[in-house]
């Protein structure tokens, strides 16, 4: 072992792990104080807080300042494999889908838009951005960007109840079957932390999707900025070769 | 341009454009912040707040002294694979490396006769490597194997022999697996071992392997550098 890595700290998280799941500590109970758990397994007191401030930055905890540490809420976990609109997916899980319009207008094609959507520079685009809630959470900032011309007067139509994907296939003939996507890290702005209720610079995924017609042709570019303290991505994994 | 955006983001989406169109390529260094706050006649704390965000996104890295340079290009990963972490990296054109922080046998415990199915006094092989790309480390990798699966798993050299070819040589063969993808900020001794500062963003990943009897044979928890990797996949 390394001289200079000080694994233990890994195998309290990983007691603290087990703790709550033998004790059965469910989302909002409280964490016994850091001084009974160190006197029940006789461990350093500062290693104990050590491994539970990793439960806090991994979002398995939450602390109150004065009051303690408690469990925190589950992470919504989306499956990556499959490409349904977003509404259907999650509510195939059983949870609840609403949105809010942050805006809606037609802008002219970036250098970027212009690249994904593969189009001229210029050409009006369909942009709309709203916070997705999920089970009344507040998870996401949602920018869909789509050519004017596949869906002409696109923005009469209300996207806080309806789906957009939806809305496509139903007035204007246009399924979407396949997406690309790219998951990198980003952090919360001070705007953006206003609409997800989470203080600014917050961990937060950053996805960014085409979505495809069943010809192959790019219809929509989104992005996605998804609170990570709520969010997780589980994906099916197959074998690559042998 | 959306002239409704705060400055700071107007100014990190145009300096986001310059680098992806590679205008500023890799490896120069960006004009100083007192050049860019007179170049836009904006003032310098709206500067770095843009740069900050571009340095977080990974596209750019501040060297102290030096100033703000465009970084190296992501390294990406497909989501939905099997593969080894060395031959991943081999495709990209990067020499990768690992460094063992620890390998060694212990007990199941509570943690492992639930995720192997196991009694908690079963042995369990933990390898915990640090992988490394061109030098650099990339990413933290602690695997478990029940180690009844590999005899004397502990006497191969894992600075040597991928774990997935040991594994194949006693007849174990990786048929599909799950994979949970978070963003954490990581602590120490992990943050210390990717030479990031705590507190630092990275990706987490838990990932569990199944053999084609529906074993299961591996599970990794991983921490990979979230300024210089991202993944990417195909839904339909």
Same mark, same amino acid.
């Given at each position: 072992m390394s001289k200079h890595t000080n694994l233990v700290v890994l195998d309290l998280y990983e007691k603290l792990e087990e703790y709550i799941m033998v004790n059965n500590l469910k989302p909002g109970d409280k964490l016994p104080s850091e001084r009974y758990l160190a006197e029940l397994w006789n461990v350093n007191r500062l290693t104990l807080r050590d491994a539970i401030e990793k439960l806090a930055n991994e979002n398995k905890v939450c602390k109150a300042q004065g009051s303690g540490t408690f469990i925190a809420p589950p992470k919504l976990i989306e499956n990556s494999k499959k490409f349904i609109s977003h509404s259907a997916g999650w509510e195939a899980d059983g949870c609840t889908v609403r949105s809010k319009k942050i805006s809606m207008r037609i802008m002219e094609a970036n250098k970027k838009l212009s690249q994904h959507l593969d189009v001229n520079l210029g050409t009006p685009i369909f942009e709309l951005k709203r916070v997705r809630y999920v089970s009344d959470i507040p998870l996401s900032i949602e920018t869909s960007h789509i050519p004017e011309s596949f869906c002409?007067?696109? /923005?009469?139509? /209300?996207?806080e109840h309806n789906s957009l994907y939806g809305t496509l296939e139903k007035e204007y003939g246009i399924q979407l079957v396949k997406q690309t996507q790219v998951v990198s890290l980003t952090s919360i702005t001070g705007k953006e932390g206003e609409y997800l209720g989470v203080a600014e610079d917050s961990c937060a995924f950053y996805i960014t999707g085409t979505a495809l017609d069943k010809e192959g042709t790019p219809i929509e570019y989104s992005t996605a900025v998804i609170r990570a303290d709520r969010y997780a991505i589980k994906t099916r994994l197959t074998e690559e070769e042998l | 341009m959306n002239s409704r955006l705060p400055l700071y983001q107007q100014l990190a989406d145009l300096l986001r454009e310059k680098i992806e169109t590679e205008?500023? *390529?890799?490896g120069q260094a960006l004009p100083s912040e007192r050049e860019l706050s007179e170049t836009y006649g904006i003032n310098r704390m709206t500067v770095r707040r843009a740069l900050n965000i571009l340095v977080t996104e990974g596209l750019l890295i501040k060297i102290q002294g030096k100033g703000t340079f465009v970084n190296q290009p992501h390294i990406e990963s497909a989501m939905d694979s099997i593969q080894g972490f060395g031959r991943f990296l081999k495709e990209q054109g990067i020499e990768p490396s690992s460094r063992v922080v620890y390998s060694g046998i212990r007990k199941a415990g509570y943690k492992f006769h639930r995720i192997f199915?196991?009694?908690?006094?079963s042995p369990v092989f933990r390898l915990f490597r640090l992988r490394l790309g061109d030098g650099d480390p990339i990413s933290l990798e602690d695997t478990y194997v029940p180690?009844?699966?590999? *005899?004397?798993?502990?006497?191969?050299?894992f600075h040597v022999y991928s774990l997935y070819d040991v594994m194949r040589q006693h007849g174990?063969?990786?048929k599909n697996g799950t994979e949970k993808l978070e963003i954490v900020r990581v602590t120490n001794p992990e943050a210390k071992l990717l030479d990031l500062a705590p507190g630092t963003m990275a990706f987490h990943l838990e990932n569990i392997s199944l053999d084609e009897h529906g074993r299961v044979v591996e599970f990794t928890s991983s921490y990979t550098k979230g300024e210089r990797f991202r993944y990417s996949t195909v839904m339909e």
């Open positions: 002409p007067n696109l /923005d009469r139509f /209300d996207f | 205008t500023i *390529p890799f199915d196991i009694s908690e006094d180690a009844d699966l590999v *005899p004397d798993i502990e006497d191969y050299d174990i063969f990786l």
